[in-house]
C-alpha cells in the first residue's frame, strides 16, 4: 500500500513538473520579438511634464517642463520645433495633451484661467505654419487625451461630472463639435478617460481606456463617424498588483499595442491584440536591451522614446495580431 502510494506521488509530482514545463515553453513561444530598424538621437525631456511624450503625424511631441504652455516637436530627421501657445485673456494655461497632423497642424487640450481667476477646459487648434488657430471652451467636459483623424480632424476623451454623457468628442480644426460616442454608463470605473490613450489609424479611432477604469482598462474602436467597430478586455494582468497601462499606439495596419507598467516594483511589459483570439500577446525587445516607452507607431513600424535620449524605431515580427 505504502509503494503504490509513492508511486503515485511520483507521478504526480512528474505530471506537474511536465506541465509546468509545457506552459513555460509555450510562454516563451507567445513572446514575439521585436526587431530595430532604425534611430534618431534626440535631446527630449520626457519627465515631469503634464503629460507623457508621444509619436504622432510623424513626429514626438511633449511638454516642456516648468511651463505648461509650452510644447516642444521633435521630427524623424531630429529637427526640433518650440511652440509657445497662449489667447487673449488667459492668464495660465496648462496644456494636457497633444497630437499633431502630417502637416504640422496641432490639436492641443486643456486647462486655463482668466486674469479674474475664471477655470476652463479647451480644445485647440493651430495651423501648421502657426499664424492661425482657434480656441473653443468646452467646460463642462474636460478632455484628458487628443489624436488627429486621417480627414484632419481630431477626436478627444474626456470626463463630465454629469452622469451619463459621451465619453469621446469629435471636432473639425475650427473647435466645432461634429459628434460625440462612447457612452459613459457603457464604460466600468471611475473616470475611464483619466490616463487613458487615443489613437487613429486610416480607417478608425482605437481608445485605450486609462487608469480610472475597472481591472486594467479596456479597448474599444469606433468608425469615423462615430459608430462602434468593436470592444475587447483590457491585457489581463492583476490591476491591484498595481498594473496600469502607460501608453497605447495603433498602427496604419491597425496593430495594436498596449505598454504596461506596475506602478509597484517598476516592472514593465508590451503586448499586441490578437484580433482573431481577443487576446493580447506579448513582446519583446532585441537581446540586451532595455525597455523603452511605446510612443505611437510610424507608418507600420512602432516607434519608443529611450532614456538615451534617442527615438527607436522597431519592426513588428509578422501578423502578431491578425
Known amino acids: 500500500m505504502v509503494s503504490c502510494r509513492r508511486r503515485f506521488s511520483s507521478k504526480l509530482a512528474l505530471a506537474a513538473i511536465l506541465c509546468l514545463c509545457a506552459v513555460t515553453g509555450l510562454l516563451a513561444q507567445s513572446a514575439r520579438k521585436l526587431t530595430l530598424a532604425s ?7 520626457d519627465w515631469g511634464g503634464s503629460f507623457l511624450p508621444r509619436w504622432s503625424g510623424h513626429a514626438l511631441l511633449g511638454p516642456v517642463l516648468g511651463d505648461g504652455s509650452h ?11 518650440d511652440v509657445r501657445f497662449t489667447f487673449p485673456g488667459a492668464g495660465w494655461i496648462t496644456i494636457v495633451g497633444a497630437s499633431r497632423r502630417p502637416d504640422g497642424a496641432l490639436a492641443l487640450i486643456g486647462a486655463a484661467a482668466s486674469s479674474d481667476s475664471q477655470m476652463g477646459r479647451f480644445v485647440a487648434w ?89 481591472g486594467t482598462g479596456e479597448y474599444i474602436e469606433v468608425a469615423p463617424n462615430g459608430e462602434m467597430i468593436d470592444r475587447f478586455p483590457g ?17 496604419e495596419n491597425n ?21 482573431v483570439n481577443r487576446s493580447w500577446v506579448p513582446l519583446q525587445l532585441p537581446d540586451g536591451q532595455s525597455y523603452p516607452v511605446v510612443a505611437g507607431f510610424e507608418g507600420n513600424n512602432l516607434v519608443f522614446r529611450a532614456a538615451s535620449k534617442r527615438i527607436r524605431f522597431y519592426k513588428l515580427p509578422g501578423p502578431a495580431t491578425r
Open 39 to 45: 534611430e534618431v538621437e534626440a535631446y527630449f525631456q
Open 71 to 81: 510644447v516642444w516637436v521633435i521630427t524623424k530627421d531630429g529637427q526640433r520645433e
Open 126 to 214: 493651430i495651423s501648421p505654419d502657426r499664424t492661425r488657430q482657434a480656441v473653443v471652451r468646452v467646460t463642462p467636459y474636460s478632455p484628458k487625451t487628443v489624436t488627429f483623424a486621417p480627414d484632419g480632424t481630431f477626436w478627444t476623451a474626456g470626463e463630465m461630472s454629469a452622469t451619463e454623457y459621451d465619453v469621446l468628442w469629435h471636432f473639425d480644426d475650427s473647435g466645432r463639435k461634429l459628434g460625440s460616442s462612447v457612452r459613459r454608463s457603457t464604460v466600468r470605473g471611475g473616470m475611464p478617460a483619466a490616463g487613458s490613450h487615443l489613437n487613429a489609424s486610416r480607417d478608425r479611432i482605437g481608445w485605450y481606456t486609462g487608469w480610472g477604469s475597472a
Open 235 to 251: 491585457v489581463p494582468l492583476p490591476p491591484h498588483a498595481g498594473w496600469r497601462p502607460r501608453a497605447a499606439a495603433l498602427s
Open 255 to 275: 496593430d495594436v499595442i498596449v505598454d504596461m507598467k506596475n506602478s509597484g516594483n517598476g516592472a514593465e511589459w508590451i503586448y499586441a491584440l490578437d484580433r
